[in-house]
């Protein structure tokens, strides 16, 4: 089966610029998680999405973050306008909704994102 | 909230040693533990999980962990040390049966030398 896939794997934008991250989940995975990782710190969880509805986003930073899943299939993660501190790479995870299994999470390759 | 510490942001091995990376977590109720590996420019893969039935966990690659609750640990071990695990590890834990509250360690950078 074809694994997470992120797009793009890397940008560079100015302070100000608006960017758009995608994540297309593994085919079937109901639950879709999005993770940041600031210059060497722990990945920080910012959002799940279960099918198209925002179960838990309570880790989003600040309204400038926007994350959609319209269809329930890929994810969008929108910043703007980006400042400097949300340099980083940004993490997407898809898991199937195994009640009782506790699915392991499936990670893509990430974006690394530069503000400059 | 549930939460875990890795302790050394860098280990440094060499070949055919002893690999012990180290995990404390916190949980005011019986966790899930995880470790986690990233290669370079890859995403990170699960090595290995513990969800309560046996407290050794052996994982991928020759890896394994102990879950020891009077510790609050979760070590990561290897007997010997090969090249080709120089990778990043990460250590996660959560308490829903379904990930949504997983939380992860800064990271530890494990250096492998010939």
């Known amino acids: 089966e074809a694994g997470v896939t992120q797009f793009p794997s890397h940008s560079v934008i100015e302070k100000g610029q608006t960017v758009t991250l995608r994540c297309d989940p593994i085919?079937?995975?109901?639950?879709l998680y999005w993770y940041r990782r600031v210059m060497g710190k722990e990945i920080k969880f910012l959002l799940h999405f279960v099918k198209e509805s925002k179960q838990d986003e309570s880790g989003m930073p600040n309204n400038r973050f926007l994350a959609e899943r319209t269809g329930g299939t890929y994810s969008t993660l929108k910043v703007q306008p980006a400042e400097l501190e949300d340099s980083g790479v940004y993490f997407c995870?898809?898991?199937?909704?195994?009640?009782?299994?506790?699915?392991?999470?499936?990670f893509g390759n990430g974006t690394r994102l530069t503000v400059t | 909230a549930q939460s875990v510490t890795q302790l050394g942001s860098h280990v440094s091995v060499s070949e055919g040693a002893l690999v012990l990376l180290r995990c404390n977590y916190s949980s005011s109720v019986p966790p899930y533990l995880f470790w986690y590996v990233q290669y370079p420019n890859q995403g990170l893969q699960l090595l290995l999980k513990y969800t309560s039935a046996a407290t050794l966990v052996k994982g991928i690659n020759g890896f394994e962990a102990e879950f020891k609750k009077s510790e609050t640990s979760f070590h990561l071990t290897k007997p010997s040390a090969h090249m080709s695990d120089a990778a990043e590890y990460f250590c996660?834990?959560?308490?829903?049966?379904?990930?949504?509250?997983?939380?992860f360690g800064a990271g530890t950078r494990l250096t492998v030398k010939p």
């Open positions: 995870a898809s898991s199937r909704r195994d009640r009782g299994d506790n699915s392991p999470l499936h």
């Open positions: 085919s079937g995975h109901d639950n």
């Open positions: 996660a834990v959560s308490v829903g049966w379904n990930n949504n509250d997983m939380r």
